[in-house]
Antibody, heavy 121, light 107 residues
Framework: QVQLQESGPGLVKPSQTLSLTCTVS??????????WGWIRQHPGKGLEWIGY???????YYNPSLKSRLIISVDKSKSQFSLKLSSVTAADTAVYYC?????????????WGQGTLVTVSS | DIQMTQSPSTLSASVGDRVTITCRAS??????LAWYQQKPGKAPKLLIY???SLESGVPSRFSGSGSGTEFTLTISSLQPDDFATYYC?????????FGQGTKVEIK
């Protein structure tokens, strides 16, 4: 059973870059061409899709975040990462990483536990 | 961008009730729709993918239907463990918009 774990700073200053990493265990990120995703949830609010990447490095971004967003994959470390630049308080949220439920699908069947990132000076 | 509209936002129901949640897409997404259940402080859990396919391990009281722009999630007989918030997500054309969620509360 694949497991995912988000890691990164819990506090980021406004205008700086938010960087998070998702480590995949119990299965390599290279084992098959799954899609991997980032999703966030503002406090007390609904889910917001951030973007997808596959292990070939093809990326698909939320248009509202695209100008500030980079998602990348490091197959050697079985990790994928998110970088969101020029953050404001509106980027304060729980950030989840996830994997597609099966090959050829973009529905997300495996999730990390989530990590709270607060943007504040 | 494809917009997803869920209704209702909140639903009060009793154990044993049949519950239906609707999700509408602003344009056709064929059958590229998923349903998730989320409980407080937890990550979402996939229930249904490709509009009507039941994810492994999910009880058969959950079912999904629809295609194009109109979709429904039905819980045939609500159980105590089902009180949670439910989200639809479209994933047509490599995007992933979520609906705003439906909170299922105890009546």
């Amino acid at each position: 059973q694949v497991q995912l774990q988000e890691s990164g700073p819990g506090l980021v200053k406004p205008s700086q870059t938010l960087s998070l990493t998702c480590t995949v265990s119990s299965g390599s990120i290279s084992s098959a061409d799954y899609y991997w995703g980032w999703i966030r949830q503002h406090p007390g609010k609904g889910l917001e899709w951030i973007g997808y990447i596959n292990n070939r490095g093809n990326t698909y971004y939320n248009p509202s975040l695209k100008s500030r967003l980079i998602i990348s994959v490091d197959k050697s470390k079985s990790q994928f990462s998110l970088k969101l630049s020029s953050v404001t308080a509106a980027d304060t949220a729980v950030y989840y990483c996830a994997r597609a439920s099966r090959l050829g699908e973009l529905s997300l069947g495996y999730w990390g536990q989530g990590t709270l990132v607060t943007v504040s000076s | 961008d494809i917009q997803m509209t869920q209704s209702p936002s909140t639903l009060s129901a009793s154990v044993g009730d049949r519950v239906t949640i609707t999700c509408r897409a602003s344009q056709s997404i064929r059958s590229w729709l998923a349903w998730y259940q989320q409980k407080p402080g937890k990550a979402p859990k996939l229930l249904i993918y490709k509009a009507s396919s039941l994810e492994s391990g999910v009880p058969s009281r959950f079912s999904g239907s629809g295609s194009g722009t109109e979709f429904t999630l039905t819980i045939s007989s609500l159980q105590p463990d089902d009180f949670a918030t439910y989200y639809c997500q479209q994933y047509n054309d490599y995007s992933g918009t979520f609906g705003q969620g439906t909170k299922v509360e105890i009546k």
